[in-house]
């Protein structure tokens, strides 16, 4: 069956490989070999592992297909990915971001790329101010989407940004960390690159970290990529390529568990007295929904809530949660629950958090795949407390 025309649910477990030639192994070897024999100088097929090596092919191959992508590269962290991007379009150039973005992103765009490479970074609210091509600046060389956002979970309708961009040149790029290509695929939706920090859905596990990037129709783009990726080497190992393209085959079941019950979660926490709003794009209430409907198949694990009550009750629930693990990152199959403007988002001066609506009430939740009962019960025993 030509590779375009299989599902989503059957490319996770049958794209990037078949059965291995040589032994018949369903599964995929790692190949852990860090040098590569070739047969007359120049004559090989694979070199040095840092350049290439094929367990990181069979996951690359199958990070392509499930983003519908043309080129696809895998990294050491998703920070590695994002700075690879930045890092191929040169310097001397200006970056319109979304403002509410993964903390660590925004770190290395004003602490890193804009001291080291002079590139300037104007953060607008994509999912409210419509005038993108407004923001556009002369020397502008990428827009930069996280949909849906972290912590807000605020959406941008990416089929219309790109379609009102008139500068082609300008690259569209989505982080689909939060969404995950089971629920989200944007190069389907007009981004030319998709970015994950595949520690989160893609892993799916919380032993893992790791980052990918897909492109379409830019060869040039992909190739600055491959430059990169080489020359400064910041590569996962065979192993954990093998763990992503395992995890990988499970993205779907979990992802559906993963929605169902965030949804669910997400209806009960919103009718709750201690609780004085719910941010999640799957509420018909979320100022969101029109868009998430568009662009997604399913809304996701992830949603903040706002506490009534101040930092202390804050913590005192944080504390006394049962099931749900106090620890930053999410996307796995157990339910994660952290304190953005204490932990994630703590590299973010405290003046810009509160411009964005970070309050010390605010509590992000990654909700895992248990029974979606045992989860409401534990909120609400905590809930009870403050
Ligand atoms: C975690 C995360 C990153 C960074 O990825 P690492 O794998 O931790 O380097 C980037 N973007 C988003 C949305 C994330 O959640």
Same mark, same amino acid.
């Given at each position: ?119 300037? !970074? ?28 972290? +912590? ?18 300008? !690259?569209?790029?989505?982080?689909? #960390?939060?969404?995950?290509?089971? &629920? ?24 893992? !970290? ?62 709750? &007295? ?6 999640? +794009? ?28 101040? !930092? ?48 010390? #009430? ?10 979606? &009962? ?13």
């Amino acid at each position: 069956m030509n590779t375009k025309d299989k599902k989503f649910n059957s490319k996770v477990i049958h794209s990037g490989h078949g059965a291995d030639e040589d032994t018949g192994a369903v599964m995929p070897p790692i190949h852990l070999s860090s040098t590569f024999k070739q047969k007359s100088p120049g004559d090989f097929k694979y070199e040095y592992a840092r350049t290439g090596n094929p367990t990181r092919d069979v996951l690359e191959k199958l990070l392509c297909e499930i983003e519908d992508g043309e080129f696809g590269f895998a990294f050491s962290s998703g920070m590695a990915a994002i700075s690879a991007l930045s890092d191929a379009l040169g310097g001397n150039y200006s970056i319109l971001s979304s403002d509410d973005v993964y903390g660590g992103t925004r770190r290395i765009f004003d602490k890193i790329k804009s001291v080291n490479q002079n590139v300037e !970074i104007t953060y607008v609210d994509l999912s409210k101010d419509n005038n993108w091509q407004g923001h556009i600046k002369e020397n502008t060389k990428m827009i930069w989407v996280e949909t849906p956002s972290n +912590p807000l979970l605020k959406l941008i309708d990416i089929e219309k940004i790109r379609k009102s961009i008139n500068n082609q040149e300008i !690259i569209v790029v989505c982080d689909n #960390t939060f969404a995950s290509p089971y &629920n989200q695929q944007p190069l389907n939706q007009g981004a030319d690159v998709v970015i994950h920090s595949s520690t989160k859905y893609l892993g799916g596990h919380s032993d893992i !970290i790791g980052g990918a990037l897909v492109i379409n129709n830019n060869p040039e783009l992909a190739e600055k990529i491959k430059y990169i990726q080489n020359a400064v080497g910041s590569v996962p190992s065979p192993f954990d390529c093998y763990m992503l393209v395992r995890s990988i085959k499970t993205l779907a079941v979990r992802m559906e568990r993963h929605n169902n019950n965030a949804l669910e979660i997400a209806n009960y926490l919103l009718k709750h &007295n201690k609780v004085n709003n719910v941010f999640y +794009p799957g509420l018909n209430s979320d100022p969101n929904y029109e868009v998430a409907k568009k662009q997604m198949k399913g809304f996701g694990g992830i949603l903040s809530i706002d506490l009534k009550g101040d !930092i202390n009750s804050t913590k005192k629930f944080l504390e006394n949660i049962e099931i749900f693990t106090l620890a930053e990152s999410l996307g796995g199959v157990e339910s994660l629950i952290e304190h953005p403007a204490i932990m994630t988002h703590a590299s973010i001066d405290k003046k810009i958090r509160e411009e964005l609506g970070i309050s010390d #009430t605010l509590i992000r939740l990654s909700i895992g795949i248990e029974d979606v &009962n045992d989860l409401k019960e534990a909120l609400d025993k905590a809930l009870s407390l403050i």
